[in-house]
């Protein structure tokens, strides 16, 4: 395997991603927060790997796993002139020779300028299919426009999704650059097979196209059966999510639980019968393979990434249909045997292709690639 040089040096930048590196954090963080924290620490052994951070009144840089936290912009209650000249010093103190970001929003795009002011490589991950098929950019026209020219103009995109790529060659024509794909991952274990899996769980963050109203109708369907909803407040729906919380109380066999830290999500995944996702889109969720690695099959709304939920037998996919949803569900409920088999698959298949060691490897190639000259 080609090993980029000792010397290089790769920034990642998520305004969120401090709270999952500080281990007494009891904050819920999102997909692309735990995807860098279980790849960032295995790249650090081989290149010098920082992340750019939110301040949230931690120290300006923090080493921990083999990487260093930088922390920028505070997210709320600051002149958004002021967020933009501590990001960009950011940008310029991580010193780095590429920089990598992976969440759609404003820091995109300088990001990529700053890249192309200072001659240094830009890579964009794309995180869901929204981003690659042009809806979020019609959804949020300024943000969206200015991570056009971003995307458009990336020295590498990396694809999360394999079908991500057939999406930007349709509605990104403009792309010239190298698309890669490389999957998230997670460290790959196990689950126990004396585990007693009773509960019916949905984990995400409460916002609206994650269409949380529709698990509580859900639990509503099923009187005998026990659901666990841990979702995640966000700042800007915070209406939202009191009004799901306070729906949760009046159903007697939901659970509700206000968000917890990844690490404390695994003994939940691994209690379950069966995961909902009722998302309108997702790309590759990070709660998916939780499950998967929990042994825990799915049940989806819409998620089916490259089909592998119906083609692999990992679950089930309702492509939009609640009703179906619905059924599928009570079907899985009443054959035990084939939700077994779907859990089989489900934890088979996450250990053999999203094993984070396996992903690490992918990076360190690309990256020995992107500098052989």
Known sequence: MPIPPTSLKACFINLRAYHIFEESSQIATGGAEIALHELAPLLGKHVNTTIITGDFGQGH????????????????????????????NALKEARSDVYIESVFGKTVFFTWLFCRLYRKKFIYITASDSECDGSAIKRYPITGNLFKIALEHA?????????????LRTHHPNITCPIAYIPLGMHAYTPSATA???????????EPWKNPF??????????????IMIAAPLENQLRLFKEVKQ???????????????????????????????????????????????????????????????????????????????????????????????????????????????????????????????
């Open 196 to 206: 007693k899996r009773t509960t019916i769980l949905w984990v995400a963050r409460c």
């Open 155 to 167: 020295d590498v995109i990396d694809v999360s999704v394999a079908h991500h790529e057939d999406q």
């Open 61 to 88: 840089q923090i080493k921990t796993q083999h990487i260093t936290l930088l922390s920028s912009l505070k997210l709320r209650r600051q002149n958004p002139f002021t967020q933009l000249w501590k990001f960009w």
């Open 247 to 373: 729906q949760a109380k009046h159903i007697k066999n939901m659970r509700f639980i206000e968000g917890l830290p990844h690490r404390k999500l695994d003994e939940y995944f691994l209690h379950a019968k069966i995961t909902v996702n009722t998302s309108d889109f997702e790309g590759y969720s990070m709660a998916f393979m939780q499950s998967g690695l929990a042994g825990t099959p799915i049940a989806t709304l819409n998620l089916n990434p490259d089909s592998v939920i119906t083609t692999h037998d990992l679950g089930t996919c309702a492509h939009g249909d609640f009703e179906l949803l619905v059924q599928q569900v009570r079907t899985l409920l009443e054959h035990p045997e084939e939700l077994r088999k779907k859990s089989n698959n489900i934890a088979s298949y996450m250990r053999a292709h999203y094993d984070v060691e396996r992903v690490a490897e992918q990076w360190l190639r690309l990256f020995a690639e992107m500098f052989a000259s």
């Open 214 to 227: 529709l698990f509580l109708e859900l639990a509503k369907r099923f009187p005998k059966e026990q659901f």
